[in-house]
């Protein structure tokens, strides 16, 4: 209850609006689940994304965009301008362990310490409306009808099956709320297409067209369990037979060809000689392993179908060039298999039991499969590793913007942002500044000048994820991971002469090594990091046809 009260107080310090601007931007967030950096058209895909590309087009391509390296840590800081440890998502909810207990960072939810970029248009006159994931929070002061969103269909938890309710995980029922209540599952059901449905019922229906609006579809295509309608799965019938290196080296040269990437960018693939490659797989193995990324390419075009039917309505009623539209994923690709997420309670027993997973109905309704690891290196390409880690492939997530009116088109910009500057960078747009007695300041900085041409200010941007540690501090990233994806010390890298990060230079510049350490130790006090063992196979433990990599902490 008190931290209710000190939310409640804190909106109430939102002030200095500009009311009397008739002309206040829509905002329309699209965020994509488990999408890696280069799964669509703008950033080097085959994958045909026609919508994604017109709004790259229309806008700007952010080339340096950075996430969380999971779901709902990412959302928490996308949501409220804050790190993710000062609003109680130091991490997921799913990862908690016993030392987090009683720490205020690590309770697991979106906390009420700051308030989400919804109440705050919603208290500037905006109307809010989500669609989608939610996964910060299943209290009823905790969902989105509780924290700004006039209007809300949503899942509570971070996956589930696309077609019905079949839970993500053993013991984890999806519970879907509509405008805060209850509800089952219509019929003929699939998660993209129905909360694509769901927003535009609230832009035609639910618009008082004197009030700006606030729209976020947050989708959960891509994630495990991977499954897409027929027509999506048969469109890219034979498409990835030539196995991952071919699609990779072919992405890479257009990263390369559309300017995303430098030209000494190289492709960094750190389980190439850890697991199978494509060549030692029997044919059985690359048929299944042809058809997952088959069935992952399906529901990314079904995504992109989606956008674009919001993007078209948007286009008819004349709203699109008056509207700031974010396109981002929430991390990078998920390379856990399915025998990855086995925490021996009985999960392979249900994946056997429960579905089918014959190589006819993998993607359809009664099947329960996930993208590997060797795709998901395919996906994060050029840069090393995937979702839960926090080198690039973990946090480097492919972003678009548009804003017509102050935006230039079909531009690319290479600066470092981040997801907690989105929330300033709304504001700014739309003439609202924060008090300055709230008692939490943005962590986040507003980007809008970026697009005409200046420099933000120089920042280091700094993660901890389960005892892995990052700074990015202009060209230099500074890591620690544990073995075997890292040595459990510090590493530096380049980023201008080395992109990928394949080579480490801490011995050649202790100095920055120095520099960069002091940052995060400051980062880590300043947001009272808590380290923890990670005692669980997820993100840490890799497998992969029988053969693993990692294994949990003890």
């Not at 409640?8 to 488990?34: E, G, R, Y």
């Not at 995980?169 to 699939?190: A, C, Q, R, S, T």
């Amino acid at each position: 209850m008190k931290i209710k009260k000190y939310g409640t107080l804190l909106l109430s310090m939102w002030m200095c609006s500009s009311f009397a601007n008739a002309k206040q931007p829509n905002v329309l967030l699209i965020v994509a689940d488990d999408v890696g950096f280069s799964d669509i058209q703008p950033f080097g895909s085959e994958i045909p994304t026609p919508n994604l590309q017109r709004l790259a087009k229309q806008g700007a391509t952010l080339s340096n965009f950075y996430s969380g390296p999971t779901c709902s840590v990412t959302r928490s800081m996308l949501l409220t301008g804050q790190d993710n440890h000062q609003v109680g998502m130091g991490t997921m909810a799913e990862l908690l362990q016993p030392e987090h207990e009683g720490h205020e960072g690590y309770q697991g939810v979106l906390t009420n310490k700051a308030s989400t970029l919804a109440e705050i248009l919603k208290q500037s006159g905006y109307q809010t409306f989500m669609s989608g994931k939610w996964h910060l929070g299943k209290k009823p002061d905790l969902v989105p009808s509780a924290r700004g969103f006039e209007k809300s269909f949503v899942l509570l938890q971070g996956g589930a099956g696309h077609f019905d309710e079949t839970p993500l995980l053993l013991n984890y029922d999806p519970i879907y709320l509509d405008d805060g209540k209850k509800v089952k599952l219509p019929e003929n059901f699939y998660s993209t297409d129905y909360y694509t449905d769901r927003m535009l019922g609230y832009l035609k229906n639910s618009r008082d067209q004197n009030k700006p609006f606030f729209a976020y579809l947050a989708l959960t295509s891509a994630h495990w369990p991977l499954q897409a309608p027929d027509q999506y799965i048969a469109k890219y019938k034979d498409a990835y037979k030539q196995g991952y290196d071919a699609v990779r080296e072919q992405r890479l040269t257009t990263l390369k060809q559309l300017g995303v990437v430098a030209p000494n960018t190289a492709v960094n693939n750190p389980f190439a000689d850890k697991l199978t490659p494509w060549h030692e797989l029997t044919p059985e193995q690359q048929a299944r392993e042809s058809k997952a990324m088959q069935v992952y390419a399906g529901m990314l075009d079904n995504m992109d179908v989606n956008i674009g039917r919001v993007m078209d309505y948007l286009q008819s009623t004349g709203e699109l060039d008056d509207t700031i539209v974010l396109f981002i994923s929430d991390n990078g690709p998920e390379a856990a298999d399915i025998e990855g997420l086995d925490e021996n309670d009985g999960f392979m027993d249900w994946v056997n039991s429960a579905f089918d997973n014959s190589l006819e109905n993998m993607g359809r309704k009664g099947s329960y499969i996930a993208l590997g690891p060797q795709w998901a290196q395919v996906s994060a390409t050029p840069y090393p590793h995937a979702k839960g880690f926090l080198s690039d492939g973990g946090i480097h997530v492919p972003a678009l913007m548009s804003y017509p009116k102050r935006i230039p088109a079909g531009t690319i910009n290479n600066s470092n942002l981040h997801v907690m500057d989105f929330v300033p960078t709304v504001l700014d747009y739309a003439g609202i500044k924060q008090d300055k007695k709230a008692a939490l300041k943005f962590e986040g900085v507003s980007f809008s000048s970026v697009f005409n041409g200046k420099k933000l200010q120089d920042r280091a941007l700094n993660w901890e994820f389960n005892n892995r540690k990052a700074v990015r501090d202009k060209d230099w990233l500074l890591l620690e991971q544990a073995a075997p994806y890292g040595n459990a010390k510090w590493q530096l890298f380049d980023r201008a002469s080395d992109p990928s990060m394949k080579a480490d230079v801490a011995e050649q510049h202790p100095k920055q090594v120095k520099k960069m350490i002091k940052q995060w130790q400051q980062y880590a006090k300043h947001v009272d990091v808590v380290k923890a063992p990670a005692r669980y196979n997820y993100a840490q433990k890799l497998c992969f046809y029988g053969k693993c990599i990692g294994e949990a902490e003890k």
